[in-house]
């Protein structure tokens, strides 16, 4: 190949980073309260289950989804406090404003990730794109005092894997030249975007790693995958599929709330109430961003692990809880079989929108929820004052009081996800 071909491939290929904030949510109570810093600290008090934890409590055998009361028990030493999804919302518009001081094309993937394009960059900034890159870690560390890991590939998956590779505050490259090396040190279950059913199927046919994986003909994906894994095939490949989308968000994805519980039952009036809880819980992450959702799902899975899943959509959004169990309810009836054990129930609020919807509909069910809206800002005070719990629904009651044996998180409960 010819110097000027290499030359024009080069120019061709794309240069991508992912910024992944360590520890994210305790990053920012950290920065909040310096006094926090080398501490085992977790958050999640409000909802009775670890929800993100520092390094230093990860070190003593914490881990994400144990019950607050195992905490307590278990590691008295460290300290546990409530969410405070305000602020971290608001420190990831600050990390995201100082990454877009240096790049133009900006993807907010999750409220502590983000993609960026700096393909082209090197030049204008007189600076190589690993000095860019430091350049941005720098900066969020001195100004909000958090820590990112940053990775910078040819593409997307290859980034986003790079940003794992060491952490906290990494900063790993990897080129066409280094990615087989990187490759065959990921577990194939590790490859961004492919789930557990996916990766066991791939081992059975012998694809242990990313490697395995990329070795494969393009041929045999295409015949024994569907479309987004011939796009993740590519993007290990170094070939950059998925593009950066700079359009910020204004349209999220989800909040989920799930749990399982033991023995297995069928009792209906504890399953709604546990649809109910979700709802409620889901309701209050929802305010805390002021958003609201468009759509509502709810599931069951029963003991054999089938799921039974049914999506409303929500005509006017709302985060107040008692109109979307409304919506709910008469699914709820026809999805819940007799005799059939369930082990787990679940929500999910969708298309999630910033602010609400203010006209009203013509039977008065806008006004109805602004009214529930109210309510709630005034019982969010109450709780914030005293506690969760202070103030609940009726419908909720069952689920709070009659508790079945060895009730456990499945760990469903996501994160705001900027999708």
């Known amino acids: 190949m010819s110097i000027q071909s290499e030359i024009k491939k080069a120019r061709k290929t794309k240069v991508i980073f992912h910024i992944d904030g360590d520890a994210f949510f305790v990053g920012v109570e950290v920065a909040k309260n310096p006094k926090l810093k080398g501490l085992p600290v977790v958050t999640g008090e409000e909802r009775g289950i670890v929800s993100a934890l520092s390094y230093e409590a990860k070190a003593l055998g914490v881990l994400r989804g144990m019950p607050i009361f195992k905490i307590k028990k278990d590691f008295p030493k460290v300290i546990i406090l409530p969410g405070d999804y305000a602020s971290y919302a608001r420190y990831s518009s600050l990390m995201f404003d100082i990454v877009r001081r240096y790049v133009d094309d900006?993807?907010?993937?999750?409220?502590?990730?983000?993609?960026?394009?700096?393909?082209?960059?090197?030049?204008?900034?007189?600076?190589?794109?690993?000095?860019?890159?430091?350049?941005?870690?720098?900066?969020?560390?001195?100004?909000?005092?958090?820590?990112?890991?940053?990775?910078?590939?040819?593409?997307?998956?290859?980034?986003?894997?790079?940003?794992?590779?060491?952490?906290?505050?990494?900063?790993?490259?990897?080129?066409?030249?280094?990615?087989?090396?990187?490759?065959?040190?990921?577990?194939?279950?590790?490859?961004?975007?492919?789930?557990?059913?996916?990766?066991?199927?791939?081992?059975?046919?012998?694809?242990?790693?990313?490697?395995?994986?990329?070795?494969?003909?393009?041929?045999?994906?295409?015949?024994?995958?569907?479309?987004?894994?011939?796009?993740?095939w590519q993007e290990l490949s170094g070939v950059s599929m998925m593009h950066i989308d700079p359009v910020q968000k204004t349209v999220y994805s989800s909040v989920q709330k799930t749990r399982s519980f033991h023995p297995t039952t069928n009792d209906k009036a504890f399953l709604f109430s546990q649809i109910s809880k979700h709802i409620e819980d889901a309701c209050t992450k929802a305010r805390h961003f002021h958003l609201a959702p468009k759509k509502i799902s709810i599931f069951f899975k029963d003991k054999n692990f089938k799921f039974t899943t049914a999506s409303i959509p929500v005509s006017s959004p709302t985060n107040a809880p008692e109109i979307l169990i409304s919506l709910v309810k008469k699914q709820f009836e026809k999805m819940h079989t007799p005799r059939t054990l369930y082990r787990t129930t679940g929500v999910v609020l969708q298309d999630l929108v910033s602010g609400l919807v203010s006209q009203s509909d013509l039977f008065g069910g806008t006004d109805e929820a602004h009214k529930f809206e109210r309510i709630h800002e005034q019982i969010d005070s109450l709780e914030n004052k005293f506690g969760r719990r202070v103030v609940y629904l009726a419908s909720t009651h069952k689920a709070l009081k009659q508790k079945k044996v060895g009730t456990d998180s499945d760990d469903l409960d996501r994160n705001l996800l900027f999708l």
């Open 106 to 232: 900006v993807e907010e993937y999750s409220i502590d990730e983000c993609f960026g394009d700096l393909t082209g960059l090197d030049r204008p900034l007189k600076m190589t794109y690993l000095q860019i890159a430091e350049k941005i870690k720098n900066e969020i560390n001195a100004e909000l005092q958090l820590s990112v890991s940053i990775g910078i590939a040819p593409t997307k998956v290859l980034a986003k894997l790079a940003s794992k590779w060491i952490k906290p505050n990494g900063l790993t490259l990897i080129d066409i030249k280094t990615a087989q090396d990187f490759l065959a040190k990921t577990p194939i279950e590790k490859i961004w975007g492919i789930g557990p059913q996916t990766s066991d199927f791939l081992k059975r046919r012998g694809m242990d790693t990313a490697k395995d994986f990329v070795s494969k003909d393009l041929a045999w994906i295409k015949h024994n995958l569907s479309k987004p894994y011939e796009v993740i």
